[in-house]
Nanobody, 121 residues
Framework: QVQLVESGGGLVQPGGSLRLSCAAA????????MGWYRQAPGKQRDLVAT???????NVANSVQGRFTISRDNAKNTVYLQMNSLKPDDTAVYYC???????????????WGQGTQVTVSS
């Protein structure tokens, strides 16, 4: 059993900041890329930012310069620091991780339950 547990969402005013966290727990052999996606009402789920196990980031153009992704491999945790938030950033943010479970050899995709981020005055 593997779980991704997210925290840190909420309501913030435009220009404000939030920090999301996502911890992977369970029967884990190894973790590859971890990252964040978001889905606004009526829209598809889009990539926000990902980071490889070696620390290479991939950040969407729409959040470049405002959002920063980081991870702590010792804690199996990925973070998303979101600054200068805009109303267009309002969405449910989902954590994603590619994980090899104990006793297995292939990577599988796992998703968190999602955390709501609302940017509004």
């Amino acid at each position: 059993q593997v779980q991704l547990v997210e925290s840190g969402g909420g309501l913030v005013q435009p220009g404000g900041s939030l920090r999301l966290s996502c911890a992977a727990a369970g029967s884990i052999r190894s973790i590859g890329t971890m990252g964040w996606y978001r889905q606004a009402p009526g829209k598809q789920r889009d990539l926000v930012a990902t980071m490889t196990s070696g620390g290479t980031p991939n950040v969407a153009n729409s959040v470049q310069g405002r959002f920063t992704i980081s991870r702590d491999n010792a804690k199996n945790t990925v973070y998303l620091q979101m600054n200068s938030l805009k109303p267009d950033d309002t969405a449910v943010y989902y954590c994603n991780a590619r994980i090899v479970r104990r006793g297995r050899v292939n990577y599988e995709d796992f998703w968190g339950q999602g955390t709501q981020v609302t940017v509004s005055s």
